[in-house]
């Protein structure tokens, strides 16, 4: 059974970086597509970055050149280097993993 686990949320200024981990505690074997997506206060939840299982990355164009997603050849620990973070960065973030799976989200917020 996958359980997904995020940690690494919090405060921190234009310009900063955060890093978020997401640990699929539950599974022994499951090497499914993994992601990072977010959810800011009034708005949908849109897509950050995937990682999959043949090392395909993709990112929004919101992110492309700020952040890093990686992860572990077994698809069990996901990372997000968040880096010139910007107030419109803040968010709920989410580990999702195919098919259906999500955390329970780590909050981002950027301000000065």
């Known amino acids: 059974q996958v359980r997904l686990v995020e940690s690494g949320g919090g405060f921190v200024q234009p310009g900063g970086s955060l890093r978020l981990s997401c640990v699929d505690s539950?599974?022994?074997?499951?090497?499914?597509?993994m992601g990072w997506y977010r959810q800011a206060p009034g708005k949908e939840r849109e897509l950050v970055a995937l990682?999959?299982?043949?090392?395909?990355?993709i990112y929004s164009n919101d992110v492309k050149g700020r952040f890093t997603i990686s992860g572990d050849s077994a698809m069990k620990t996901i990372y997000l280097q968040m880096n010139r973070l910007k107030p419109d960065d803040t968010a709920v973030y989410y580990c999702h993993k195919a098919p259906s799976y999500w955390g329970q989200g780590t909050r981002v917020t950027v301000s000065s």
């Open positions: 990682i999959t299982t043949n090392d395909e990355i």
């Open positions: 539950g599974s022994y074997f499951s090497p499914f597509n």
